[in-house]
């Protein structure tokens, strides 16, 4: 027997190391829960925040993108996503002001408190993924300066949402249905669902 499906809309914040596999599994759980993708990389790239910086000069060569257009851009999903509508954040919050922003944000809107998950590859698999990928963004250069910052920052997001709400570590190696089951049954346990059937 199937788990019962989740009837409440609720929000997922999903993180990971570079290349681990966030934007796919992100697609597969869009598509099951109906959330809002909150992909930040494509959300920069909309007319509007492409208004406010310059996108060749920053994001397009491992550079990060303007604090104060990601700032707007979280403030205006959250706001403007109906609450009968979860918010995937797609790899996103990377930094501790954002994530504290993301959390105030949502507790103003009167959202539910999200689970995060985080999706751990080593880094040989980082560089052997990238390779395959060839992404505008995963030049030698752009990969080097986005582990920098991982190190520096993503550690310090965890830690702080470690302290608020519930965070699940999880493998991103393995096949893209296997790392998607091992997600879907991190969601099912939070929400208290179970497989009767133990499968």
Known sequence: M????????????LLGDPASGKGTQAARLTKKYHFYNLDMGREVRKPAAL????YAKTTAIGHLTPTAVVRNIFK??????????????????????????????????????PLVIY????????????????????????????QKYYKEQISRVVAFFGERYTVKNISGMGTEAAVGKKIEEAVNHYHGITNSTGN
């Not at 403007?80 to 919050?93: E, R």
């Open 76 to 113: 205006h999903v959250i706001a403007a996503t109906p609450v009968s509508k979860g918010i995937l954040f797609n790899g996103t919050p990377k930094m501790i002001n954002e994530a504290k922003l993301v959390a105030r944000e949502l507790a103003r809107a009167k959202r539910s408190d």
């Open 119 to 146: 999706l751990r590859i080593p880094m040989r698999e980082i560089f052997k993924r990238a390779d395959k990928r060839n992404r505008d963004d995963d030049s030698a250069r752009a990969l080097r300066n986005r």
């Open 51 to 54: 208004a406010q910086y310059d």
């Open 2 to 13: 199937k788990p019962a499906p989740i009837k409440k809309p609720f929000n997922l914040i």
